[in-house]
């Protein structure tokens, strides 16, 4: 079933692997695992690849809720019961949409809200009490319920906006409205910022990088991480979140070893949010790496993607490019998938 | 250290062929409570070397894991899964060393956290060593007799017998 995809307007090159990986950690491509692994897109009509605007498809609403809840940069997922480029062109579009998909959402014992978005401006409180007032035609019986309704409906307007939004502008105007299926949590990026964190490196990793990075790689509990180039443990913290068990290496001995005392090192960072410590922290150098032969080492693309974002993210803070490292880029490594 | 780390470990000086399992020379060992995960368990013991963590684990004074991989019914129970999980995740290595099954290098643990690091000469392979040595010989005019003893089997050492003797030859 086709789903809208609503990103975050962020870190553009990562929505899709980042949205594909969880697919595939949920079972998107159970069904036949010869497939490509990848989904199927289609950008709503004159939308520009950059939009935030996107259709998926995906096996079912559960695969589609699970990815948005786990997903960083999913702002939701939404079963589009009508779209056009104007109201009147929304109407007929609702009311062509089966009714089987809508009526279980609007029975009367059911508490719902209808939230007003559009992208790249804002919208007045008055226009958005006469949006919704002008939904009316949907037989909603429910009870309205602004703090914890069980539906949301969202009402999305694109249109040309010049270049206010940094993007090519959109040639039409066009509106959705869906219900939505599932969102992203990022109160979490909060949580883990850094500048709460007790250790800290001049490498550390972003929060919404390395929760990326562990969503990429597909953390969950009864998988081990490993980061090779663990520094302070901030990617490793997010894989820890997700319930994986961690592992990690440094060159550095001073950092894996000691840290900055007994109360500030990576053991202790994952003590202040209560996570699994680490399995382990060793000193190696990644141009030899310490591991037996036979140890399988899982260079799935998802894997290598995340690597290559490490090496990038960090080959550029570090200035590793003129290095010794840069001759063996981080294309090692020891996840074990189950 | 725990024994999953040790499961996985190798030496990796170069032209070393079986640097597996490590000998563990324990000199401070400690417990660590950690949380039972059935299944992560049970995602890694298809991948261990067993033997090698049976082995390991009584050198950690730990002697309740049999010798060879129990069959299917054992290992799904409980009880063979909390000694595994005991021997795996909570023996610590705090202090002490990993060795080398074949040139006896030590790799230092120290508060935990072993040191797999290789000096220099450790890392080139035996001809990249010959050849340097020979370079170098040549250039540093040692006398033959001292080459000679380079031709010995033992390549991984080649350099290191070259640094002492050039140092010798140097003073």
Known sequence: MWYLCVFYHRLLDYRKPEFESLADLFGAFDVDPTSSHSLQWKLPQHHHPDSPFHFVNLPSEDIARNIANRSILVKGIYEIWGEGSSYEELKESINRYPDDRKLPYLIPDSTFRIIIDSFGKATSFKDQTTRIQGMAYIPFQGRVDLRNPEHKFWLIETDDYGSANGLPPVVDKRIFFGREVGAADRKLLPTYQLKSRKYLGPTAMDAEMAFLMANQAQAMPGKLVYDPFVGTGSILVAAAHFGALTMGADIDIRVVRDGRGPDCNVWSNFKQYGLQMPVSLLRADNNLPPWRPGLKEVTSQHLAYCLCLLASSRGVKVGWLGGNESKHLPFYSAIWKS | ?171
Request: include cysteine.
């Open chain 2, 1 to 171: 250290m725990r024994l999953l780390t040790h499961n996985m470990l190798a030496s990796n000086i170069k032209g070393v062929i079986n640097g597996f399992p490590l000998r563990i020379e324990p000199e401070k060992i400690v417990e660590k409570q950690v949380d039972f995960n059935p299944d992560f368990l049970k995602n890694m013991l298809p991948k261990l070397d067993w033997k090698a963590l049976a082995d390991a684990s009584k050198i950690m004074g730990y002697s309740e894991l049999p010798d060879e991989v129990p069959d299917q019914t054992v290992v799904d129970s409980s009880e063979f899964l909390q000694k595994l999980h005991h021997a795996l995740l909570e023996l610590h290595l705090e202090e002490g060393a990993l060795v080398c099954p074949e040139t006896g290098r030590r790799f230092p643990v120290n508060k935990g956290i072993p040191n797999m690091l290789l000096h220099e000469d450790e890392v080139f392979t035996a001809a990249v060593a010959h050849l340097l040595m020979l370079c170098c010989c040549s250039w540093c005019h040692v006398p033959a007799s001292i080459k000679c003893s380079f031709t010995s089997n033992d390549n991984r050492m080649k350099l290191i017998v070259f640094r002492k003797t050039h140092a010798a030859a140097y003073d």
